[in-house]
């Protein structure tokens, strides 16, 4: 077998350049040119379109409605208030309007058009926002912890996500020049040791858990670091690499996996460590088969000791023992809680991660006049929510009453824990690759589940249930307690049994599920857990227990 084509296009686009700036003043389509497409993603952006009017467009002999997806590089997950002004307007500006809170921490707005994209990232730079890399064969967004209140070292944790985040940055000067009409700088400037011209051979996500917590599902992550605290210190931390969630249907050689154990490294070690395994990954990644080149296939193929010895050879720092540590939760922690410092925080939930002004609550217009006090930050968590953060005790009330106006507090607080803890996937109309829906349809679907929870008592029970409109596993549906995974249009594989705290996979139940299907599956499962179960047994641990898959 030969190099994919995008390791090609990588080769030759002139250090991810091609042909970007000619295809942006091509007036006549809103599409971008073929290669391009490939190059635009390493820039943080995708070019799509609307699904939902594919068939008018073509019957009408249109073009296809295109427009670009932009998603912005947000390591830790933090935004000041004045950048959430800035986010807030180039949504109205330029965007659907609603604001989309990723599984890795981040935001994307949709639907821009091509002449709308220079303005748009110009807007994000003047707040030192960017979307360098936020997509691509590169390290993507680098998630960490995210509720201050978990633990007094999350700010050393948070910048250790920056400082990945900075390191793993490709050199090149590309976005300057094409988004922002920064002048060329000299090639010697530009030389990168890392990705040199070939990047890697897929994309790359690195984790950071702080125990007892796992709101970041670390093990999915192609590196999952875990902080080790001893005697209220960070002294290094556990590292386990190649977890991924994507296969594909029909493909048995396409899997998802949890990322294994390598050890402890000291914290002064850990970005050599991390920078090494991306090395190992650069050079021994699959470079054929885009369906088998990320890092966990690079493990199984060199096998966990091999790997371990790689790095190590690379790095010079050998791996001790990993440590012990614990995990206990993994979903949000909603409503206030007041971190060491004494200051205040609210998790609000954003059902499915969207962020827009509706008719029961005004998310939008909540979080723009918070961020118009200048009193509180925002922090994106994994599981699509928001943390309206780092108040100060005397300003609590007037973000309180804020929240309460706008609906934020009553919707956060009503919801049930099975709908708090759902995750779904964006799906359509926007993702090219979605089979079936997700965002649009978990929350119709959490409505009825909660009524066959409420039949057996169960309406307090901390269930997780996800859903991906693909098996590429964007929602994580394979680490759900119960995960539906899209096979087309209405219907859905069901997997069951995973962990509640990340520590193990689901297994495929039933397939090809439409939904009177999926609740009569439900109405029997979770009959028989709400009388069999052992005390506080989780429903992950019962279907295991049972050997129901
Ligand atoms: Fe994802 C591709 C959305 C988290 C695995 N993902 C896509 C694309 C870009 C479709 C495409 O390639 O054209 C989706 C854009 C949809 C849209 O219209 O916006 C998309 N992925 C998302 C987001 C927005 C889902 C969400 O609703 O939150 C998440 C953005 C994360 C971010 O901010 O960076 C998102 N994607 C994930 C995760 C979860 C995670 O990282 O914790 C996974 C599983 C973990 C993993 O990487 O294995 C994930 N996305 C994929 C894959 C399968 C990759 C694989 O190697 O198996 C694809 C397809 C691909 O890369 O070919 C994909
Ligand atoms: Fe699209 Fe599939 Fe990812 Fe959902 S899981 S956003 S359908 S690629």
């Known amino acids: 077998m030969s190099e994919s084509i995008v390791e090609k296009i990588k080769k030759q686009s002139n250090h991810l350049r091609g042909t970007l700036k000619e295809s942006l003043l091509d007036e006549h389509t809103g599409a971008i040119r073929e290669s391009d497409r490939a190059l635009i993603k390493f820039h943080g952006m995708y070019m799509q379109d609307d699904r939902d009017r594919r068939e008018e467009r ?17 390591p830790g997950g933090l935004l000041t208030a004045q950048q959430w002004i800035a986010l807030h307007e180039v949504t109205n500006a330029y965007t659907t309007g609603t604001i989309k809170i990723t ?55 948070f910048a250790y996500a920056g400082n990945i985040s900075r390191m793993l940055l490709p050199k090149t000067n590309a976005y300057y020049e094409i988004w922002l009409d920064k002048e060329k700088i000299t090639p010697e400037l530009e030389k990168d040791e890392l990705y040199e011209d070939r990047y890697f051979p897929r994309k790359f996500k690195v984790g950071i858990a702080i125990p007892p917590y796992n709101d970041v599902d670390v093990f999915t992550n192609d590196v999952a670091l875990i ?40 914290k002064d070690d850990l970005l050599e460590t991390v920078y090494a395994i991306a090395t190992v990954q650069r050079d021994f990644g699959n470079r054929e088969d885009r369906k088998l080149a990320r890092l966990k296939y690079t493990i199984d193929k060199l096998g966990v000791e091999g790997f371990r010895k790689e790095t190590e050879k690379r790095s010079g720092i050998i791996f001790s023992e990993g440590k012990k ?147 590429n596993g964007c929602g994580r549906s394979v680490a759900a307690e119960i995960g539906f995974v899209g096979t087309a249009l209405g219907k859905y594989n069901m997997h069951i049994g995973a962990d509640a705290i990340g520590k193990r996979l689901n297994k495929l139940y039933k397939e090809n599920l439409e939904e009177p299907a999926i609740l009569d599956e439900l109405d029997v499962l979770l009959k028989d857990f709400s009388t069999n179960r052992n005390e506080n047994e989780p429903f992950g641990d019962y279907v295991l227990r049972k050997q129901i898959v």
Not at 63 to 69: A, F, G, H, I
Not at 121 to 132: A, E, G, M, Q, R
Not at 232 to 260: C, D, E, Q, V, W
């Open 58 to 74: 073509a019957e009408k002999k249109l073009e296809r409605l295109y427009s670009y997806m932009i998603r912005l590089r947000l």
């Open 103 to 157: 599984t890795r921490q981040t935001i994307q707005l949709h639907g821009i058009l091509k002449h709308h994209i220079k303005p748009t990232i110009k807007n994000f730079d003047t707040v030192k926002l960017d979307s360098i890399a936020a997509c691509g064969d590169v390290n993507r967004n680098v998630i960490a912890g995210a509720h201050p209140r978990y633990s007094p070292i999350h700010e050393e944790v």
């Open 227 to 266: 902080a080790i605290i001893e005697k209220n210190k960070l002294t290094g931390f556990n590292i386990a690499a190649g977890g991924g969630m994507g296969m594909t249907h029909g493909n048995a050689s396409t899997y998802p996996r949890l990322a294994s154990m390598l050890g402890f490294v000291k």
């Open 325 to 471: 540590y614990v995990f206990t939760k993994r979903q949000d922690e909603y409503s206030w809680h007041q971190n060491h410092e004494g200051l205040f925080y609210y998790t609000a939930f954003v059902e499915t991660g969207r962020v827009y002004d509706g008719e029961n609550v005004q998310f939008k217009k909540a979080f723009y006049e918070v961020a118009k006090t200048g009193k509180a930050q925002f922090r994106f968590t994994c599981n699509q929510n928001i943390i309206i953060s780092d108040i100060l005790p005397e300003n609590k009330n007037e973000i309180e009453n804020i929240l309460q106006k706008f609906g934020v507090i009553a919707i956060t607080e009503s919801a049930s824990p099975v709908r708090r803890n759902a995750i779904a996937c964006v799906a359509l109309n926007t993702c090219p690759l979605a089979l079936a829906e997700s965002q649009r349809y978990l929350p119709a679907l959490i409505s009825k589940i909660e009524l066959i929870l409420k039949k057996y008592q169960l309406e307090n029970e901390e269930l997780s249930v996800r859903m991906t409109g693909c098996p």
